[in-house]
């Protein structure tokens, strides 16, 4: 089944740690997003993809970095994680086409302590 | 510049009750537009979307949207609310023109519904 994975969905870690939150999708989509949200808030776009080797900041500074080495794979680092990273992170994939809408992951909660 | 406006950021209605989250648009070119769901703790879940063709949109979990161009409104309406419809609703949009791929999205709406 088609889909889009996001690994791990909760993970609590120490102040300093490096951290990889991973999202792959099955779909061959171009199009991958990531998207920062404190709970009950809006969705902030932090990295976006428009293809392999393509990888572009979005509209929130943030301190976390994206690769784009495979179609299907979209990892987001943090190399230092702060209490102020602690959030909900949502990955999304959508083809090309502007009349198609995005598919989400079930999002990463990440608490750093 | 595309942007959404979701009026009312909490809307509560009792079950059996009308349903109606609004959504207003901007745009300079013609949109493309779409709700979204989340349930605590998931991801967004697309409801339903509105790509110019009919101006009706029927959407999944009984919800549906009516796109009016004069009043730049893509407006979320369910007849009768059930326990099961609470959860946070986003409004989005992007423009049907260009290399510009990313949704806008609205700040969101969160439906409760009272038993």
Same mark, same amino acid.
């Not at chain 2, 989005?92 to 990313?102: F, M, T």
């Given at each position: ?23 792959? +999708? ?9 998207? +920062? +949200?404190?709970? !009950? ?36 680092? %943090? ?8 959030s909900q ?15 989400? !992951?079930? !999002?990463?909660? %990440?608490?750093?302590? | ?6 009026? *009312? ?6 079950? =059996?009750?009308?349903? #109606?989250?609004?959504?207003?648009? $901007? ?5 493309? #537009? ?7 703790n998931?991801? #967004? ?6 790509? $110019? ?17 004069s ?25 049907? *023109?260009? $290399? ?5 999205? =609205?700040k ?8």
């Open positions: 089944e088609a889909d889009i994975y996001q690994t791990p969905r909760y993970l609590v870690i120490g102040t300093g740690k490096k951290i990889t939150l991973e999202c792959s +999708q099955t779909m061959g989509h171009d199009k991958m997003y990531w998207y +920062q +949200q404190d709970p !009950g808030m809006e969705l902030h776009l932090i990295h976006y993809s428009y293809g392999v080797n393509s990888t572009e900041k979005g509209d929130l500074s943030s301190e976390s970095t994206v690769s784009r080495i495979r179609t299907e794979h979209f990892p987001l680092t %943090l190399e230092s994680a702060r209490p102020s990273h602690t992170y949502l990955c999304a994939s959508s083809p090309s086409g502007a009349n198609y809408g995005y598919t989400f !992951g079930s !999002g990463t909660r %990440l608490t750093v302590v | 510049a595309q942007s959404v406006t979701q009026l *009312g950021s909490h809307v509560s209605v009792s079950e =059996g009750a009308l349903v #109606l989250l609004r959504c207003n648009y $901007s745009s300079s070119v013609p949109p493309y #537009l779409f709700w979204y769901v989340q349930y605590p998931q991801g #967004l879940q697309l409801l339903l979307k509105y790509t $110019s063709a009919a101006t009706l949109v029927k959407g999944i979990n009984g919800f549906e949207a009516e796109f009016k161009k009043e730049t409104s893509f407006h979320l309406t369910k007849p009768s609310a059930h326990m099961s419809d609470a959860a946070e609703y986003f409004c989005a949009v992007r423009i049907s *023109g260009g $290399s510009n791929y990313k949704l806008t999205f =609205g969101g709406t969160l439906l409760t519904v009272n038993p």
